[in-house]
């Protein structure tokens, strides 16, 4: 009856698939909240890589290292302010995903935290912060690629940076579109 009792819960780790790749995006906004005469300067683009985790019964596990440029710049006319600053942000999701049934095409939801961390830019209260990650996508089934279009949500927990006079922030909520590849 052990053996029986072992055998079946050694059998859904056996059954998991690993799919490894990238994965890049546009977020619609920045970590940075700005009023003039600081102006939000940041890329719009998100790339990085993504370790995906095929469980049974349609579940999975993914975990995410993606990269963006955020920063800000302040106007020549005020340089007691300083001259603003361009720098990193890291974000490692890591989510719990429900794939509906499907063939080629199965829809997705997926749930989780991520972790942040800012480098490189002056003003930062915080340079770490945590958020509550929700999604929902699509993943394609090719031959040996797998594409998955998703929309992703996260909310921070803490503001990023100091407060200059109310003219510059964080902003909390973050929506972006994201593309994966996985082989």
Same mark, same amino acid.
Request: aromatic share 8%; proline share 6%; glycine share 12%.
């Given at each position: 009856?052990?053996?029986?009792?072992l055998?079946?819960?050694?059998a859904?780790?056996?059954?998991?698939?690993?799919?490894?790749?990238?994965?890049?995006?546009? =977020?619609?906004?920045?970590?940075?909240k700005t009023?003039?005469?600081?102006?939000?300067?940041?890329?719009?683009?998100t790339?990085?890589?993504v370790?995906?985790?095929d469980l =049974?019964?349609?579940?999975?596990?993914?975990?995410?290292?993606?990269?963006?440029?955020?920063?800000?710049?302040?106007?020549?006319t005020?340089?007691?302010?300083g =001259?603003?600053?361009?720098?990193?942000?890291?974000?490692?999701?890591?989510?719990?995903k429900?794939?509906?049934?499907?063939?080629?095409?199965?829809?997705?939801?997926?749930?989780?935290?991520?972790?942040?961390?800012?480098?490189?830019? =002056?003003?930062?209260?915080?340079?770490g912060?945590?958020?509550?990650?929700?999604g929902?996508?699509?993943?394609?089934?090719?031959v040996?690629?797998?594409?998955?279009?998703?929309?992703?949500?996260?909310?921070?927990?803490?503001?990023?940076f100091?407060?200059?006079?109310?003219?510059?922030?964080?902003?909390?909520?973050q929506?972006?579109?994201?593309?994966?590849?996985?082989?």
């Amino acid at each position: 009856m052990r053996a029986l009792l072992l055998a079946v819960l050694l059998a859904a780790p056996l059954q998991a698939q690993l799919h490894l790749g990238i994965k890049g995006g546009v =977020p619609f906004n920045d970590a940075v909240k700005t009023r003039n005469p600081f102006q939000s300067e940041f890329s719009r683009w998100t790339l990085g890589g993504v370790a995906e985790l095929d469980l =049974p019964a349609g579940l999975g596990l993914e975990l995410d290292l993606l990269f963006r440029r955020t920063g800000y710049s302040v106007e020549a006319t005020e340089p007691a302010l300083g =001259p603003g600053s361009t720098g990193s942000s890291w974000e490692f999701p890591l989510l719990l995903k429900y794939r509906f049934p499907g063939i080629m095409a199965r829809p997705y939801l997926s749930g989780g935290l991520s972790f942040r961390h800012i480098a490189d830019i =002056p003003n930062l209260r915080n340079s770490g912060a945590r958020g509550v990650v929700l999604g929902a996508g699509l993943r394609i089934n090719a031959v040996l690629l797998r594409v998955s279009p998703e929309l992703r949500y996260t909310r921070w927990n803490n503001e990023a940076f100091q407060n200059a006079g109310g003219l510059l922030g964080s902003s909390r909520n973050q929506l972006e579109v994201l593309v994966g590849l996985t082989f």
